[in-house]
Every structure is written in C-alpha cells, then in structure tokens.
Nanobody, 125 residues
Framework: QVQLVESGGGLVQPGGSLRLSCTAS????????VGWFRQAPGKEREGVSL????????YYADSVKGRFTISRDNAKNTVYLQMNSLKPEDTAVYYC??????????????????WGQGTQVTVSS
C-alpha cells in the first residue's frame, strides 16, 4: 500500500524543539520532492519547507527560516523536519507530501502525488 506517515508531533513549550518524520511505504521516496505543510485552526494550509529529489535543494517559508531544517535519509525512506525555537504560532497539524516530478513547491495545489494524514504540533506553556 502506497502511503506517507508522519510522526513526531506533540506538545512542547515555547523555545523547545521537535523532529517530525515523514516515512514512505509502497514507493521509493528518493525520486520525490517532499514538502512539509501545516494548517492551524481556522487558517489555510501553508507551505513550510521543501526538499528536492535531485540535488537536495531546500526551501523554507520566511516564518521558519533559521529555526527549521529539512533533511532526508534515503536509506530509511524518510524525510525529517527539525523544528527548533518553537513559537505558539507554530501550532498546527503538520503534513508531508511527495511530488514525483522531483521539484515540488511550497504552494498548496495539485502538484503533489501523495499526502500524509498529519501530525499535531502544539506549542504552549
């Protein structure tokens, strides 16, 4: 069965860190660009970070630059999102998505072939 599964979410205090994982099954993630998106209550889903398949180029939304780091471990068929210096405004459900073109985008649209079910991140004291 082809699927993406996110994990690593939870409750963390402001200033804390979490590492999210996005693991693929049923297909090889190496050839896919992977994006992380998030959706807070009452808000539209927004792009957070992206890693390309070819040269591993990375991109970040301005709101997370310098705090979040995306990386991939092809041996584990997994992409990670390391989140440091978390703020209450980072609270959201985080989703990963895979694009078979290898390019990806931070815009939410029809580019991505697969989406995960999401993992909740709550930043609160």
């Amino acid at each position: 069965q082809v699927q993406l599964v996110e994990s690593g979410g939870g409750l963390v205090q402001p200033g804390g860190s979490l590492r999210l994982s996005c693991t693929a099954s049923g297909f090889t993630l190496d050839y896919y660009a992977v994006g992380w998106f998030r959706q807070a209550p009452g808000k539209e889903r927004e792009g957070v970070s992206l890693i390309g398949s070819m040269d591993g180029s990375t991109y970040y939304a301005d709101s997370v630059k310098g705090r979040f780091t995306i990386s991939r471990d092809n041996a584990k068929n997994t992409v990670y999102l390391q989140m440091n210096s978390l703020k209450p405004e980072d609270t959201a459900v985080y989703y990963c998505a895979a694009d078979g073109s290898g390019i990806g985008t931070l815009k939410v649209g029809d580019v991505y072939d697969f989406w995960g079910q999401g993992t909740q991140v709550t930043v609160s004291s």
